[in-house]
């Protein structure tokens, strides 16, 4: 039996086309001679990984890329045989595992690179590397052109290929400004550094991708847009081509009762009927990202905007509903219904935060579901 038909409705409906349009406008955008890297990090922003990495990988993505050695690590078991790129830090002793796998790792120090490099005789499998220059992000990387040519010259001893070198921009979704000048200035200088380039420079996040093509190298790091999501207000206006989000949230009505005068509403009864309301209860809450700082955010029912009232519990919250509707009708949490859409840049304006965490915070317990462009998110 489909799990549809016996767990609670709340569910993530993914457009996995959806995904593959939006690499394939940025790799037009690009052009020819630049790669798009598909960033799947964090379960692919909450929309699932392996999913969205073959989606892209159909779309022309030219590799993968993650940030922990188990995401990596996972790929290969789900069968993706693409490049991968582990972008964050590693342990030295994943450094055999990912050549054995042919994961393509992260040297961020001299330190490392020399421990990777002691144990490299013993690998099975050539180990390749990019090499990460910290220009301003303050994060992971060298900042000396000493320490650089130290990593690359530890590398080439050992016979450990030397595949790329890249940094990150802390501010490529703003206003030109001077940190993005020095960190581009920077980068440039530490790739004209090295004695031989290597395959694969790049720089360029979602946002830089498109505020500045002059940095696009020979690829590109697709993120956050990758998902239809704009990395920040200054970048949505200003958008070369429109964005289509792949991600639907939605649950249906499980319950629903006439509230009278003075009558009140979940935890800490901080709401309470101002007259005769009818008022609905949605199988979602705070364990699985719908938070409890979202309470007075609207969801979507019949093609209407509906607030949730009171605190919202770890399991449901409640509505208010514009009048009765019987269980079972149909609720959009994020994506679009009728005229009307709830974004996630909706949901992050209310917490404070970016859409970025609110898609990264839905929980693996919201069952993901998968489709070929069906519809409008």
């Known amino acids: 039996m489909e799990q549809m038909e016996w767990g609670r409705p709340t569910v993530a409906a993914i457009d996995l086309e959806a ?14 001679d630049t790669g798009v890297i598909a960033v799947v990090k964090a379960d692919g922003y909450g929309h699932g990984a392996a999913r969205v990495a073959e989606a892209a990988l ?3 993505a030219m590799m ?57 005789p013993d690998f099975v499998r050539p180990l390749r590397v990019h090499l990460k220059v910290d220009t301003g992000m303050g994060r992971l990387g060298v900042r000396s052109a000493e320490d650089l040519l130290r990593m690359y010259r530890a590398a080439r001893a050992a016979n450990i290929s030397v595949d790329g070198i890249f940094t990150h921009f802390a501010t490529a979704d703003e206003p030109d400004n001077e940190v993005w000048r020095m960190q581009a200035s920077g980068f440039r200088e530490a790739v004209e550094l090295l004695p031989e ?21 020979d690829a590109v790091r697709l993120g956050i847009s990758m998902y239809g999501i704009a990395p920040s207000d200054f970048v949505r206006e200003r958008l070369p081509f429109p964005l289509r989000p792949a991600l639907m949230l939605s649950t249906e009505l499980v319950h629903v009762k006439r509230l009278g005068r003075g009558d009140t509403v979940s935890y800490g009864a901080t709401y309470r009927a101002q007259g005769d309301e009818w008022v609905g209860t949605l199988p979602i809450g705070y364990a699985d990202g719908l938070l409890r700082g979202q309470s007075g955010q609207d969801v979507l029912i019949g093609g209407r905007r509906c607030r949730i009232v009171g605190r919202i519990c770890m399991d449901q919250c409640m509505v208010r509903l514009p009048h009765e509707m019987a269980p079972g009708e149909p609720v959009v949490l994020l994506g679009k219904q009728g005229n009307e859409r709830v974004s996630p840049d909706e949901w992050a304006e209310r917490l404070g935060t970016i859409p970025y965490e609110v898609v990264v915070t839905l929980s693996k317990r919201i069952p993901r579901v998968y489709l070929q462009g069906r519809g409008e998110y």
């Open 64 to 120: 993968l890329a993650v940030a922990t050695p188990d995401e990596a690590v996972e790929l290969r078991e789900a069968g993706l045989e693409a490049d991968i790129l582990l972008l964050g830090a590693s342990p030295v002793p994943f450094a055999r595992i990912a050549a054995e796998q042919d994961i393509i790792i992260t040297a961020d120090s001299p330190a490392w690179m020399e421990a990777v490099a002691a144990a490299a």
């Open 197 to 217: 380039r290597p395959r694969l420079v790049h720089a360029s996040n979602s946002a830089a991708t498109f505020m500045h093509p002059e940095c696009k190298f």
């Open 58 to 60: 159909e779309a022309g």
């Open 19 to 32: 995904i593959r349009e939006n690499v394939r406008n940025t790799a037009r955008l690009t052009g020819p």
